[in-house]
């Protein structure tokens, strides 16, 4: 699925990277829209592009953990375990800030979030670069998370008509969604690592490896704009239905248009014409979230007035599916 990355392209990115420019570029979670790090101006574009308020932190993409005594200071055993299980892949450890880390990247904060993505282009790009890469999700802020460079352009889209230098097509992301967060800064009053957000790294495996709970961050935790109640967000309303609910619930729906994801199973009540579309939900949670944003772009643009999703089952294996479609659901 992923094709090679290409020599030229990634000397092109490169170039537009260390010019100032930004760059839309896979990761195995979801496309980022990269800036060169160290440059304030560069990184205020990022902000500008996306339309994304100042005090939200960037994530820094590095090539290696050996990177980490760049950006953090204070750096606890945890997070050099974590960093050696799980990097190259879709963790972000928030450490304390060193002075490399300036105002813009952290948000304002005393803290840094870093990750070392594992995809090839990504990790082509950051090799050519030969320096950091700031990078949130390359979509506008509160809009869903880009999961093929066909999103990217239909949302930022590249100059002189879009907002982005370059935007490299890698195909499609193969985790789906945003790394796990962990926060090891032991800010305030914290001192063990916490859960910021939930990702493809599950909590099962963060404590397999560290050996001690891994408990979600309370409501002290430094700010992080996934974690705003309305976020990753379709146009669309979206309502979340338990599966005994949902022929009931299309049925009273009649009379408006609908849009579904559910299991290819899913039987429709009789006179669902009023069904525009419906997605097929993968029954494992590491498919459901492989495929997910790219569904709800889709859903998004079927013309409906609103989006049925049926409630995945429960199980931790499914907590950072769950927490996506949480954030995903409004009323409209
Ligand atoms: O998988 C990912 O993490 C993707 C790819 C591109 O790497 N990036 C991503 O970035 O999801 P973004 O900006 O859309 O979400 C990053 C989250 C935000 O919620 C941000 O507030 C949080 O990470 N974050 C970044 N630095 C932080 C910090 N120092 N403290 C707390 N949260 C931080
Ligand atoms: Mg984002």
Redesign the pocket.
């Known amino acids: 699925m992923t094709p090679a990355p290409d020599p030229a392209l990634i000397a092109r990115a490169a170039a537009v990277l260390k010019a100032g420019g930004l760059v839309a570029f896979p ?1 195995e ?4 829209l990269g800036a060169l790090a160290e440059s304030p101006a560069a990184v205020r574009a990022i902000f500008a592009a996306k339309g994304r308020p100042a005090d ?4 820094v ?1 590095v090539a290696d953990a050996s990177a980490l005594d760049d950006w953090a200071i204070d750096i606890p055993p945890a997070a050099r375990m974590l960093a050696s299980a799980f990097w190259p892949g ?1 963790l ?1 450890l ?1 450490l304390k800030r060193s002075h490399r880390a300036h105002e813009l990247i ?1 948000g304002g ?1 005393t ?3 870093l ?1 070392c ?1 594992a995809h090839p282009w990504a990790r082509a790009l950051l090799a050519a670069t030969g320096a950091a890469v700031a ?3 390359a979509n506008s802020f509160g809009r869903i ?1 880009p999961t093929a460079a066909q999103h990217v352009r239909d949302d930022l889209g590249q100059k002189p008509r879009g907002k982005i230098d370059l935007i490299l097509d890698g195909g499609p992301c193969p985790v789906g969604i ?2 796990t ?1 962990v ?1 090891l800064s032991g800010a305030g009053s914290r001192d063990g690592p916490r859960l ?2 939930p990702g493809a790294i599950t909590r099962a495996r963060l404590e397999q490896v560290l050996g001690v709970p891994v408990p979600d961050a309370g409501s002290v935790a ?6 705003l109640a309305s976020h990753y967000a379709p146009r669309t309303p979206l309502e979340l239905v338990d599966a005994d609910q949902l022929a009931a619930r299309v049925a009273a729906l009649r009379g408006t248009r609908l849009a579904l994801l559910a299991p290819a199973d899913l039987v429709l009540p009789a006179g669902s014409d009023h069904v525009l579309t419906h997605e097929t939900a993968p029954d494992d949670a590491e498919n459901y979230g492989r495929r997910l944003y790219a569904a709800l772009h889709r859903l998004d643009a079927a013309g409906a007035d609103r989006i049925l999703v049926l409630r995945p089952p429960p199980g931790a294996d499914w907590l950072a599916v769950h927490d996506r479609l949480r954030r995903a659901a409004h009323p409209g």
């Open positions: 990761t979670t979801v496309y980022g939200h932190p960037v994530i993409h879709p972000t928030v952290t904060q803290t840094v979030g990750r993505p990078a949130p999700s998370s945003e790394s967060i926060d910021l957000r430094p700010r992080a704009s996934g974690r």
